[in-house]
C-alpha cells in the first residue's frame, strides 16, 4: 500500500507532463500569438528588413496578376527576408522577377514556397508548410532559423509576417507591409492568431 502511494503520485505527474509536451507541440490551424516556452532572454536574429511598399519594386505586378507587391507582395517580401538572412543576395523585386520565369506562383498569385528556396544560389530549402506550432517556432528560432507565419487582418485579408525573435512569450517580427523603418513588433500587437507557417532550413556550405 504504501509503494501505490509513491507509484500513484508519479504516475500522474508523468501523464499531466506528457499532456502539457503534447499541447505545446501540437499543430494547430489557429494558434495563440503568444505562448510556448517561456524565453528568459530575448532571441533576435539579424535578418534584413524589406518593405513591400519600396518604390525600388513597389509598383511591380505580382506574378502575372493585375495586383502589385506594393498590395499583396507581403508573401514575396517575407520570403525574401528569410532568404537574405540565409546569405542570398535578393529582395522582393528580384525574387518576385524569377518566381514569375519558374513556375513560382499558382493560383492567384499564390508564391511557391519551394520556388523561392531555388533562387540562386540556392542557399537554403524548403522544410515545412503548415499548421501552426509554437514547438516548430520556437525549436526553428533556438536553431537559429527565421520562421514566416501567416495572419489575418481585420477585414479578412491575409497577411504574412517574418517571427524574428522572441522575448518571454512574446513572438518578435518584421512586418513587410510596415514601411521602412525596419522596427521589431510584437505579433500579438496584430491582434491575430497565426493560422500556418513556412519556413526554411540553411544548406550546408551556404550563405
Excluded at 506528457?18 to 495563440?32: E, H
Excluded at 503548415?130 to 528560432?141: G, I, K, Q, T, Y
Aim: aromatic share 12%; net charge positive; charged share 20%.
Amino acid at each position: 500500500m504504501r509503494r501505490m502511494r509513491f507509484v500513484l503520485p508519479v504516475v500522474i505527474v508523468l501523464v499531466a507532463v506528457g499532456w502539457l509536451v503534447f499541447a505545446w507541440a501540437a499543430k494547430s490551424p489557429a494558434l495563440a500569438s503568444r505562448g510556448g516556452l517561456w524565453f528568459p532572454r530575448a532571441v533576435l536574429l539579424d535578418t534584413p528588413h524589406f518593405s513591400q511598399a519600396d518604390p525600388r519594386w513597389g509598383r511591380d505586378f505580382l506574378g502575372s496578376t493585375p495586383a502589385t507587391l506594393g498590395e499583396e507582395g507581403c508573401a514575396v517580401a517575407s520570403a525574401a527576408m528569410a532568404l537574405g538572412f540565409y546569405g542570398a543576395d535578393v529582395d522582393p523585386g528580384r525574387l518576385n522577377a524569377f518566381l514569375r520565369t519558374h513556375d513560382g506562383y499558382a493560383g492567384r498569385g499564390w508564391i511557391r514556397w519551394e520556388k523561392a528556396a531555388e533562387y540562386p544560389p540556392a542557399v537554403a530549402e524548403h522544410v515545412y508548410e503548415d499548421d501552426a506550432s509554437h514547438f516548430l517556432m520556437d525549436w526553428n528560432l533556438l536553431r537559429g532559423n527565421p520562421v514566416i507565419v501567416r495572419i489575418r487582418h481585420p477585414n479578412g485579408v491575409t497577411h504574412f509576417v517574418l517571427v524574428v525573435g522572441k522575448s518571454g512569450f512574446e513572438y518578435l517580427v518584421r512586418d513587410p507591409g510596415a514601411g521602412f523603418s525596419g522596427k521589431i513588433r510584437r505579433l500579438s500587437d496584430f491582434g491575430s492568431p497565426i493560422e500556418a507557417l513556412r519556413f526554411y532550413r540553411r544548406l550546408s556550405g551556404g550563405g
